[in-house]
């Protein structure tokens, strides 16, 4: 039998007497993927044909130079058309990603003894308790609170609308897809709003913010990674820091 990406096996699939149980993807899963799949190759049909436009144009152009990127209320910046595009082709990518890691993660912890039907196939596996294991719970007020420090930080560093518009645009996308940040959930909000400042290289007004509730509420606990502290807390040798897991996830050294 030909292994499958959601094909399981107890043993080697080549050696001699090897068991091999085979687990399918639910239908939802299956119909998921399908249209990933296609949002994929449509955003990379799109982004391959906004290429040949733009080189087409340069070499039509004198010395072989694009034209300088046009204003607000001209036709849109092929720039930024190409950063929208390519975001929402890596999103799609990161979306079809967790889905295979849903089924596979189900496959892998599924026991060996469960419940089958008479034809063997594995019984129904609780896909939406393994999906909320993939990220712990991020707080929607403090997530609120993150977002908007970093998208005033962008607006006090940047004078070019469009320049704003991508940053802004990177920062939806580390709060929404990046691994780096998946878990800041466990993190101070000065830490998170620090560490995604310098992924995208702002350097944020700490005194902007002091007298938020936030930044009072850091300023008395002295939560660890946070700026606001006040008090120097030893590492807790079981937690690791939001600093830790940016700089993992980065391939960053400690």
């Not at 050696?15 to 990933?36: D, F, Q």
Request: with cysteine; net charge negative.
């Amino acid at each position: 039998m030909p292994r499958s990406r959601f094909t399981s096996y107890d043993e080697d699939p080549d050696a001699e007497g090897s068991v091999a149980r085979e687990t399918r993807a639910p239908a939802w899963a299956e119909e998921h993927l399908g249209v990933l799949r296609d949002l994929r190759d449509m955003g990379m049909t799109l982004a391959r044909s906004l290429t040949r436009q733009v080189v087409a144009e340069a070499d039509e152009a004198p010395g072989g130079e694009v034209a300088e990127a046009p204003r607000r209320g001209m036709p849109v910046d092929p720039a930024l058309s190409f950063s929208r595009i390519s975001r929402a082709v890596r999103l799609t990518l990161a979306l079809e990603a967790r889905v295979h890691q849903t089924i596979e993660g189900a496959v892998k912890d599924r026991p060996a003894n469960d419940d089958r039907s008479e034809d063997g196939a594995v019984g129904p596996i609780d896909y939406a308790a393994i999906k909320r294991q993939l990220r712990p719970p991020i707080d929607g007020k403090a997530d609120y609170e993150v977002r908007r420090a970093v998208e005033e930080t962008i607006e006090a560093d940047c004078d070019d609308p469009d320049h704003v518009e991508r940053l802004k645009e990177d920062l939806a996308e580390r709060l929404e897809e990046d691994e780096a940040f998946a878990y800041r959930g466990n993190w101070s909000i000065g830490e998170a709003v620090a560490l995604i400042c310098q992924d995208l290289g702002l350097t944020p007004d700490w005194d902007r913010w002091e007298k938020r509730g936030w930044a009072r509420r850091e300023a008395e606990e002295s939560p660890p990674g946070s700026p606001y502290a006040t008090v120097e807390r030893p590492p807790d040798p079981h937690c690791r820091s939001g600093t830790q897991m940016y700089r993992e996830a980065r391939g960053l050294p400690p």
